[in-house]
């Protein structure tokens, strides 16, 4: 029985971690990945202390910073499904279920899928969803990056260093994102952009050579070798049914980080707090861990 229990390992998780751990709490972390989002990420300038960081860099540091304090981690465990009972919630895991009087679900979001012909046939040959894991693998070949925002505006910039042309499909009018990513995206004579556009369907032999792409009614193909999936992320909150989402999937919380059930608390990207940045959730992962302690101290 624990006092407390934390899902996922994020920035949200690992602050959460830490700040339990100051408090002497028994607790264990739950986690499929360490880093989350982070980990993924390439280039990070507006984390405060480092004018320019690494996205698996800053991740490390977080690791590193929860190792001090001899934290209990269960890693490889998707969580499945949470209850509560009484006074008591279960997590149930792929490997098993685990007990405790107060959790915390910082389990932040997953990449949102194309769901078009070929998506699933070329996962891990060609087509991925990670440009900070996977883009070396495509030194001098030409890509396609799905998406406009932040996420595919990072990947172009990783990728600009080391693949041939950039092709952006973007589904909006324009490219959305920061300004400042966005002009050095557009500055590179290597990327074009595809505006009021998307991808119709992947096709390939072994690994990927080409994608058509829909663009004001009419289709073209474009040859390339790699395709990046940027088109946004969803909530990572399938198992927690327990508590109210709004419409998007998102965990609904107050600013005490406290959901609709008594004793469970989420922070991150997997709640509704507005902006998903690195810097916000490490902060909503603090609240929840003092909001947790607080729950428990109150208790007894």
Not at 26 to 38: E, L
Not at 206 to 225: C, D, F, L, Y
């Amino acid at each position: 029985m624990y006092d407390l229990i934390i899902i996922g390992a994020g920035p949200a998780g690992i602050t959460a971690a830490v700040y339990a751990a100051r408090k002497r709490m028994n607790f264990v972390v739950i986690t499929n990945d360490i880093g989350g989002q982070a980990a993924w990420s390439g280039d990070i300038e507006n984390y405060t202390g480092y004018q320019f960081v690494t996205g698996p860099d800053l991740v490390s540091k977080f690791e590193e910073h929860m190792k001090k304090f001899n934290v209990s981690v269960k890693e490889g465990e998707p969580v499945a499904d949470i209850k509560k009972n009484g006074d008591i919630i279960t997590v149930k895991t792929n490997k098993g279920e685990y007990e405790a009087r107060v959790i915390i679900i910082a389990s932040g979001k997953i990449s949102r899928e194309l769901g078009v012909p070929g998506e699933k046939e070329f996962k891990n040959k060609g087509l991925t969803y990670c440009a900070t894991c996977d883009a070396p693998l495509f030194s001098g070949k030409d890509v396609a990056i799905i998406g406009g925002g932040n996420s595919a505006l990072d990947a172009a910039l990783q990728l600009i260093k080391i693949a041939g042309k950039v092709y952006m499909i973007n589904i909006a009018s324009q490219l959305g994102g920061d300004a400042i990513m966005r002009e050095k995206v557009m500055a590179n004579s290597k990327v074009k952009v595809f505006n009021n556009s998307q991808v119709a369907s992947i096709s390939g032999g072994k690994m990927v050579t080409s994608i058509k792409v829909r663009q004001e009614g009419k289709e073209r193909e474009i040859p390339v070798g790699g395709v990046f999936v940027e088109a946004g992320l969803s909530p990572n909150s399938g198992f927690a049914k327990a508590v109210e989402m709004n419409e998007g999937g998102e965990i609904k919380v107050n600013c005490r980080n406290e959901t609709s059930v008594p004793g469970i608390f989420a922070a991150g990207d997997v709640t509704n707090v507005p902006e998903k940045q690195i810097i916000i959730a490490a902060g909503e992962g603090s609240k929840a861990a003092l909001s947790a302690f607080r729950y428990l101290s109150q208790k007894r």
